[in-house]
């Protein structure tokens, strides 16, 4: 029997070219600049459709709550994380609900984590680099969840670190934000940018908007503005949108939502209005709409509401929560950092 020999490919792999990564057992997409995973699972086939989960809230609680994106009506109980606390930060994958940090009695620095397709309580999934609460940002890839910002055991933290979904551990450094910040709430990715807007630094609001590139390591740089300073808002996404809504303009609350193409660079536009001015509200995101649960109006809220990503209109009334609740952080399996 004669033996053959196995040769490295010597041409480069164009976009668009698939492979079978034997280390992973997995099929790979080439995008031109790297290779991707491809999803074989779906929303639909595992919840029947994607599927929001808010964690937390205040008054402080340890309750989670879930609904369907694609319906509307209120919220159902999830099951309970391991703690009471609010401002919270939560990601998701396809498969898994991560939820980071946040206000109890201190600053904390546990990661909790549920399956979505399920109901049940949380366990514990590892530890933030540093305790911090303030509402740390959080989003995630089909693989990787970012934390960013938040209060850290002493002023305003500038920390952006990493977990791998997959594994329960230690989130991992992954770099610096441009400024220092908490309450921002603007954080949502696709799955090449994770874009962190707003917040108080340390102790005004700014406008600013950053960007990560979700894969890689390193610090944030510079993506344009908002079009107010503000901080206590909430973000979501799809593949091809960013969108923020509500917030604080010190000292009023806004009903403003901003958006920004995630591909570009350059200043947000408004992309129409919430139901009231609300700030500390919880978002998430299917490929279609953006979804927004509770918040301040100045009392607490139990309010559900929701607007397609094409659409630059206002918001329209989805359902409610189990209660009225500020500073929840919402989730999903669905969203744009998933494709």
């Known amino acids: 029997m004669s033996q053959t020999n196995e040769y490295p490919s010597l041409e480069t792999a164009t976009s668009g070219s698939i492979r079978f990564n034997t280390d992973s057992s997995k099929l790979e997409i080439y995008n031109g600049e790297q290779w991707w995973e491809i999803d074989a699972t779906s929303p639909e086939f595992q919840t029947g459709g994607t599927r929001a989960l808010f964690w937390h809230g205040s008054p402080n609680t340890d309750v989670i709550q879930f609904f369907n994106i694609s319906t509307t009506g ?29 206000d109890g009695d201190s600053n904390v620095n546990t990661i909790d984590f549920v399956t979505i397709a399920s109901t049940g309580n949380a366990s514990d999934f590892g530890d933030l680099t540093i305790a911090r609460g303030a509402a740390p940002g959080a989003n995630a890839t089909s693989t990787r969840g970012v934390f960013a910002g938040g209060l850290g055991p002493s002023s305003e933290a500038n920390v952006i670190d990493y977990i791998t979904i997959a594994q329960t551990g230690n989130a991992v450094d992954f770099g610096d934000l441009v400024t220092n910040s908490r309450n921002g709430g603007g954080f949502a990715c696709n799955q090449t940018r994770g874009i962190v807007a707003g917040g108080r630094s340390p102790d005004s609001n700014t406008n600013v908007i950053q960007f990560i590139t979700m894969s890689t390591l390193g610090n944030s740089a510079d993506f344009g503005d908002l079009t107010s300073a503000m901080s206590r808002g909430s973000a979501c996404a ?18 403003t939502i901003n958006t920004v193409l995630i591909s570009t660079l350059g200043n947000a536009v408004d992309y129409g209005d919430l139901l009231t001015a609300t700030s500390f509200l919880g978002a998430a995101a299917s490929t279609t709409r953006a979804v927004w649960a509770g918040g301040y109006t100045p009392s607490n809220t139990d309010t559900i509401q929701y607007k ?14 189990l209660g009225a609740l500020n500073q929840v952080t919402g989730s999903s399996n669905g969203h744009g950092g998933l494709g």
Do not use: E, H, M, Y
């Not at 309970?80 to 991560?98: D, E, H």
């Not at 799809?238 to 009903?255: C, E, H």
């Not at 990503?309 to 409610?320: A, H």
């Open 74 to 102: 209120n919220s159902t109980d999830f099951g309970n994380s391991t703690r009471s606390a609010r401002q919270t930060g939560a990601l998701g994958s396809r498969t898994r609900s991560c939820c980071g940090g946040g």
């Open 238 to 255: 799809n593949a091809v949108r960013w969108i923020n809504a509500g917030g604080k303009l010190s000292p009023a609350f806004t009903d």
């Open 308 to 321: 397609q990503f094409t659409s630059s209109g206002d918001t329209i009334d989805f359902g409610n929560l």
